[in-house]
């Protein structure tokens, strides 16, 4: 190697370097909003919520309130109620398979975030792939918690607050509320997070060796797909 290629090729690896690293914190910051969000998707009773319905009377009063995982909030006097045990994390009867698969979604993200420590100790395409693999999980169970949310639409919680014409995938007197559409954003959130995961993963491969870095060897290595040099 030439002293002018060798150069060339120490200049690229140093710049190589400080994008890889860029890219690794930003998606680190990314992944521990992800784990916020997910908090607030499992914890919210805004995943569904009464239309504004005008009262013409003639009937009893449509209720007006919100319902998620966890509790029913209805507002009665200009008072909102919450009814259900989000302190002791126990969902309502029919949505308990949605929320327990929110649940594995929730400790996938932050096992993940956890993982974040063994980038001291760890080889760093390894932890990438880990948490890859976790994320791509997380994505997986909230999708699917997505799924059965609407299917499970059919039960005594929501005809109360929605009306008789509650059925399967149809919320009768309500609509989806911002709850449920943070949780669709968070399927792709992790399907993204999981994809730049692993292209980071198998970027490591192409940077400097450690050895380098120290001064501990003198000589150059530049690392192509087809030689090393």
């Not at 966890?70 to 929320?99: D, I, M, N, W, Y």
């Not at 994809?195 to 491969?205: I, K, P």
Request: aromatic share 10%.
């Amino acid at each position: 190697m030439t002293p002018h290629t060798a150069e060339v090729a120490r200049l690229y690896q140093t710049e190589f370097i400080r994008s890889a690293r860029a890219v690794g914190v930003l998606w680190a910051v990314c992944t521990l909003c992800f784990a916020v969000i997910e908090v607030v998707i499992l914890i919210q009773p805004s995943w569904v919520g009464t239309r504004e319905v005008h009262y013409q009377g003639g009937g009893p009063v449509p209720k007006t309130g919100t319902l998620g995982l966890f509790e029913v909030c209805v507002l009665f006097k200009k008072v909102l109620k919450c009814r259900g045990s989000l302190s002791t994390l126990t969902p309502l009867p029919a949505f308990q398979s949605p929320a327990v698969l929110v649940c594995m979604s929730l400790t996938m993200v932050w096992s993940s975030v956890g993982c974040l420590s063994l980038f001291r100790f760890c080889n760093a395409a390894t932890v990438y792939k880990i948490c890859a693999w976790l994320q791509l999980t997380a994505g997986f169970c909230l999708a699917l918690a997505c799924v059965l949310f609407p299917d499970s639409w059919d039960c005594a919680d929501m005809r109360d607050l929605c009306g008789e014409g509650v059925t399967s995938f149809s919320s009768g007197n309500c609509s989806v509320h911002w709850a449920f559409v943070l949780a669709l954003l968070g399927v792709l959130d992790a399907a993204i997070l999981a994809t730049l995961a692993f292209v980071l993963g198998n970027r490591q491969d192409a940077l400097l060796p450690e050895d380098t870095k120290d001064g501990e060897n003198s000589t150059i290595y530049y690392r192509h797909p087809h030689c090393l040099v």
